[in-house]
């Protein structure tokens, strides 16, 4: 929709955002002080630091985009998610819940320790202890982990379930090695020792993470000896770092900036399609959010097209539903809720909110979620609800909205596995409450019993029947204001080659180099 065929309140929100965004620093001023490059470096910057450096600690991609250099995993799925060979030479299926793998020989961990079998079943067994990671390992069964030899496993899963392997794909997939957790104890999310092409040498939090080449790696040798995750929170200066030649790659181009990058004949602008939701939340246990009539309210209050034009400049469009259009059982057809203040007041005043009611709406430093919740604030008070903006750092972020001291929140969700169970199980099914990924700590036993269903069938044409199902009585809820779908937007020098991109969000830097 063209900017000019909006209303009256458009053009307010439109004000708004250039306030928010309008008193740009110069874009060659510094907050933070520069990265010093050395010769064969890669400097990358990224919004906020990773959470932890244990893929059993934490389920996000700040975290994943680190450890996916630090491990590797049996499989892959590259860049066109085909499964590849990865810590697994080969695999067959023995029947409907249960694989073989036989492992490359020879791998060796960062700590020198070959990689065996038992390696393989103490990740599993371990991981699937972890609340944080249990919507993607919770679906095996330990009693189907059987080491045959050092280099063949079993692996099986409770019941039929047909994304099995894109799940075994995952970072929270990550092969460890037990020596070195055993040691390392509850210090291991910042002491990891993996098998893959690059090793940790430092991390100051919140500053800085630095990588260097594992020189025993067992696949595509890394061309780059050294890399460092700058964090960095604040856009504008990523991009001053770019232009200053400074940073060589980075992630969470503001959309704002896109013409700033398309100008500069030194840098390159990369563009995915990729399979991220941006959405606002509800914690549905709290105060006035039990009611659905409110949830549903708010939904009709929010002008979310014009938000999305004004915050991302044109960059992706108004989200439907849960699942974004590139997973393959999205629902195309999902009717969006209509802005609707009229209705939305009546929605309140029928659930006794009529005079409104006073909310917090949390999220991380993301420059692009802060200004939705500012337009929130401003255009919530149409209905009587007085929003309050919280802002804090992501760790903090994560704390609040996994222990449900949340309202509202404002939070991206990546299916990385392609696979629409990952973009709905860990969101919605209530086993996943809190630490899980259900921040919302929505519950609907109906929505349990599918989406059980739906990950035990085989057949794809069912299973696209269910999650049909599915995504219509999570609209009908309204446990979230469905806002974004986006792309990933990476900016890179000229001379930097190999990177390629993934439509998961995270990358594997082996493959690197720098053009002479």
Known sequence: MK????????????????????????????????PVKEEEELIIAQGADARTLDPHGSNDQLSARVMTQIYDTLIYQ?????????????????????????????VLFHNG???????????????????????????????????????TIRIGTKAPFSPVLAHLAHSASSILNEKAVTEAGENYGTNPI???????????????????????????????????????????????GLEAGEIDIS?????????????????????????????????????????????????????????????????????????????????????????????????????????????????NENLQRIDIANILHN??????????????????????TESGQHDMFLFGWVTVTGDPDYGLYSLFHSSQVGTGGNSTFYKNEDVDILLDAARAETDLDSRKEYYRIIQEIIRNDAPMVFTWVGEDIIATQKNVKGFIQHPSGTHRLNTVFFED
């Open 379 to 400: 255009q919530l008070k149409a209905i009587n609800i007085d929003l309050e903006v919280k802002v804090v750092d992501w760790d903090t972020y994560l704390d609040v």
């Open 3 to 34: 900017q000019k065929s909006y209303s009256l309140m458009l053009v307010v929100i439109l004000i708004l955002s250039i306030f928010l965004g309008g008193c740009k620093k110069n874009p060659k001023e510094r907050v933070e002080d520069p």
């Open 113 to 151: 320790e070959e990689m065996t079998a038992y390696d393989v079943k103490f990740t599993l067994l371990r991981g699937m202890e972890s609340r944080q990671v249990s919507g993607v390992l919770g679906i095996l069964d330990p009693e189907k982990l059987v080491v045959y030899d050092r280099y």
């Open 194 to 240: 993996g098998t893959g092409p690059y090793r940790l040498v430092n991390w100051v939090q919140e500053k800085m993470i630095h990588l260097e080449k594992f020189e025993g790696y067992f696949n595509q040798d890394a061309r780059i000896k050294s890399i460092k995750f700058m964090i960095i929170a604040d856009g504008e200066n990523r991009i001053a």
């Open 251 to 363: 992630y969470d181009v503001p959309p704002i900036d896109i013409a700033i990058i398309e100008k500069d004949e030194k840098l390159n602008l990369l563009r995915t399609p990729n399979f991220s939701i941006t959405s606002v939340g509800f914690n549905i246990e709290r105060g006035a959010f039990k009611d659905i009539r409110v949830r549903q309210a708010i939904n009709h209050a929010v002008d979310m097209a014009a938000i999305v034009e004004a915050v991302y400049y044109g960059v992706g469009y108004q989200a439907t539903g849960p699942l974004g259009p590139n997973v393959w059982a999205a629902h195309q057809k999902l009717v969006p809720y209509k802005y609707d203040i009229d209705l939305a007041k009546a929605l309140m005043e029928d659930a006794g909110f009529g005079d409104g009611f006073k909310a917090t709406i949390w999220t």
């Open 78 to 106: 590259n860049e066109n998610m085909e499964l590849e060979p990865g810590l697994a030479s080969e695999w067959i299926q023995i029947d409907e819940t249960t694989y073989e793998f036989t492992l490359k020989e020879g």
